[in-house]
């Protein structure tokens, strides 16, 4: 008897699971998540080779590449418009798989679309959240069920085989297992998200990073022009300190996040910004609107299992939005959590087997990211030459950028080298239940 395996979260890392567990032989899997349903909601994301990779093995490529940009380029700008640095990406660095801009809610509407047609209607549960967990002295969990109305309607408790937390950074599941670790703790930077309607000939064809050591923007497309629509969704993050912005007191890690608020309270901070011919007070100007959230992250957890318990995704290595590892690592946890179920028949071995596989080099990566990652360029070249300069490599040699970008990929396993091996987590066909 197979068993059956309960994911608190339907988001990317949640909906993963879901498919990679089936795929590994785990038909008996329910996901239950607080949304009544699956929106097109959000802003934009980056999924590096090794992410494509594995929704490549899960045969869900196809669906997700539809609606999504292959990014071909990053770039990094000094505040001042001079580039620091331009790197190939995807296919042009000579991976075996694209790197993916897209939506979230493009995302997750295909994953949801796969797991209702591969696991079933029933197996995607919305409306509903964990809210709480006991463990058993079997290990077990015994899960306490909340509706989003407060009602009770059928089951309010579950006690699955195995409990999955995917519930992002203020998961339940989480704060179960650690009692009292509190609020995710924040830096002091705030970040504005949305996404806008651009001329294609104003998007740009590539994916750029800017600002100096206090002040950033992230801008990319998500969407390709068509005939139909000529235009491009392009996405767009900015960050600063809260200091330095009026009223930001009113924003604060407690209960606002994600407020929506005008574009206009915080334009006028990146006027003049231009890079290579995208202007970003005009994408900012294309928005119907904006949220504003505190840039939070997680501590490193010193364990992720507790008997048939575990975590992944956020709930598990929340780090700060650098580098394009948030939904990235969210997948490759999905499928190596799945590999480890069917390689041990002991689900309370397999999740430990998971864990030590991932939580150390998650933990390195969570930490890196607060050091800034690759984005660290930017703050060197400020540092050097704060007013701007006329030859980068004057300022930061191109060894120098070289190591800071190579260091990065290997901290993640997203070198070239390590994902052209292929995927490490296929199961033998032996393995299967």
């Given at each position: 008897?197979?068993?059956h395996?309960l994911?608190a ?7 993963t ?14 996901v239950?998540e ?5 929106r097109?909601?959000?802003a934009?994301?980056?999924l ?14 196809d ?6 940009v292959r990014t071909r380029e990053?770039?990094y700008?000094?505040?001042s418009?001079?580039l ?5 990406r995807?296919?042009r660095a000579?991976y075996?798989w694209p790197?993916l801009?897209?939506?979230?809610g493009?995302?997750?509407?295909v ?16 409306g ?8 058993l002295p079997?290990g ?8 989003r109305?407060?009602?009770t309607r059928g ?5 699955p ?5 995917a ?11 650690n ?6 703790p924040?830096n002091?930077?705030?970040v ?9 000939r104003?998007?740009?064809?590539f ?10 923007a992230?801008?990319?497309p998500?969407?390709?022009p068509?005939l139909?629509r000529p235009?491009?969704?392009?996405n767009?993050?900015?960050a600063?300190p809260?200091?330095r912005i009026a009223?930001a007191s ?11 608020v ?9 006027e ?5 011919g ?5 994408v ?6 904006a949220?504003?959230y505190p840039?939070?992250?997680r ?8 008997g048939?318990?575990t975590?992944?995704g956020?709930a598990a ?7 394009s590892?948030?939904?990235t ?13 069917a390689?041990?028949?002991?689900p309370a071995e397999?999740l430990?087997a998971?864990e030590g596989?991932?939580?150390p ?9 607060r050091r800034?990652g690759p984005?660290i ?14 030859d ?6 191109p060894h ?5 970008a190579?260091r990065y ?9 390590t ?13 299967l239940?």
């Open positions: 008897m197979t068993p395996i994911i979260g339907g988001g990317i890392a949640g909906l699971a879901a498919l990679a567990l089936h795929a590994a032989g785990f038909p008996h899997v329910t239950v607080a949304a009544p349903g699956i097109p909601v959000g934009g994301l980056n590096m080779p090794n992410a494509v990779r594995e929704l490549d093995a899960l045969g869900v490529l669906e997700v590449e539809a609606g999504a990053l770039r700008y000094h505040r418009g001079g620091i640095s331009r790197e190939a995807g296919l000579g075996r790197q801009s897209v939506h979230r493009h995302l997750q509407f994953l949801a679309e796969a797991v209702r047609e591969r696991l079933g209607p029933a197996a995607l549960v919305g509903v959240r964990v809210s709480g967990l006991d463990l079997d077990r969990p015994r899960v306490r069920l909340e509706h109305d407060g009602a089951l309010t408790s579950l006690r085989d195995v409990l999955i937390g519930d992002g950074i203020r998961s339940t599941v989480r704060a179960a297992l009692p009292g670790e509190g609020e995710p924040w002091g930077m705030l504005w998200r949305g996404v806008s309607r651009v001329d294609a104003r998007a740009g064809s994916m750029f990073i800017a600002g100096d050591d206090r002040q950033k992230v801008v990319y998500v969407s390709e068509t139909r235009d491009t969704l392009v767009w993050a900015l600063m809260a200091d009223n009113s924003t604060s890690t407690r209960g606002d996040w994600n407020r929506p005008p574009v206009d309270s915080f334009l006028h901070h990146y003049g910004w231009e890079f290579d995208v202007s970003v007070p005009d900012l100007r294309a928005a119907d609107g949220f504003v840039m939070v992250d501590e490193p957890l010193t364990r992720w299992t507790h048939r318990t975590l992944i956020d290595h929340a780090m700060y939005p650098i580098g590892n948030g939904a690592q969210s997948i490759v946890d999905a499928r190596a959590l799945a590999h480890a179920m390689l041990h028949r002991d397999a430990a998971y596989e991932r939580r080099a998650m933990t390195e990566l969570q930490r890196a990211n800034l984005e360029v930017i703050n060197l070249a400020h540092r050097r030459a704060p007013g701007g300069f006329t980068i490599d004057d300022v930061i040699p120098e950028r070289a190591d800071i190579a990929a290997l901290t993640g396993a997203f070198d070239p080298a994902v052209n091996l292929g995927s490490p987590y296929e199961v033998p066909v032996s393995a239940p």
